[in-house]
């Protein structure tokens, strides 16, 4: 942030969109700069890497949702707003669980972007109308609630070929990595969901939006 200025990186595959909610944010009172824009995530790290907000599209020219970008944009510290075409309550859900500040449907207009652009410039979330609704209908029933260090332990250990080098990564000892894979065991299995191998976590994870394909 430059003084009181808030500012945003724009990531979305259509140009006209771009150009749109660039517009929106820059005649919002205050307004919000938009300083770099593109059709890849890469923008947000680069050309936008120090944007107060992220304003991010959930499909990327392609089929599968950008889930494991905005994990590692929230991983990072980034504050993103999901702004997708999609308005089923479980992506929203499982955006929010990732750590977006804000999960809009492109059917919600200029008004709900810029207030929910602003709230997460300042690191606040924002919950407009659709969902305000996905939230009064979520029941959390087929997904385990895991806290931000199991998320990050169970990430880790995908990627890595022993729990000792996740242990050296996370700075902590073995025998809490090993606390943490069983406590989100037994979470599973609470919800009926068993997951007693690291390929059944897996397939878990990717079930529930914590990790994508291309993570692995």
Not at 87 to 113: P, W
Not at 139 to 144: A, W, Y
Not at 162 to 174: M, T
Request: proline share 4%; hydrophobic share 45%; net charge negative.
């Amino acid at each position: 942030m430059a003084g009181d200025e808030l500012t945003a990186v724009v990531v979305d595959d259509h140009p006209a969109v771009r150009a749109g909610v660039a517009h929106w944010l820059a005649s919002g009172d205050p307004p919000i700069r938009t300083i770099a824009e593109g059709d890849d995530v890469r923008v947000a790290w680069l050309d936008g890497a120090d944007a107060d907000v992220v304003i991010l599209d959930l499909h990327l020219g392609g089929a599968t949702p950008a889930l494991g970008d905005l994990r590692r944009l929230a991983g990072g510290g980034r504050r993103v707003v999901v702004y997708s075409m999609r308005a089923d309550d479980d992506i929203a859900l499982q955006c929010l669980e990732l750590g977006a500040l804000s999960y809009l449907t492109k059917a919600e207009g200029a008004q709900y972007l810029v207030e929910a652009a602003r709230a997460a410039a300042g690191g606040r979330p924002y919950t407009p109308p659709s969902l305000a609704g996905a939230l009064a209908a979520d029941r959390s029933t087929n997904r385990p609630a895991l806290s931000a260090r199991e998320t990050e332990v169970l990430v880790e250990w995908f990627q890595s070929e022993s729990k000792d080098f996740v242990a050296h990564r996370l700075g902590i000892s073995q025998n809490t990595v090993n606390s943490h894979l069983e406590r989100i065991r037994v979470k599973y299995a609470q919800i009926g969901r068993e997951a007693p191998t690291k390929a059944a976590l897996v397939a878990r994870a990717i079930q529930d939006g914590l990790i994508s394909v291309d993570d692995l």
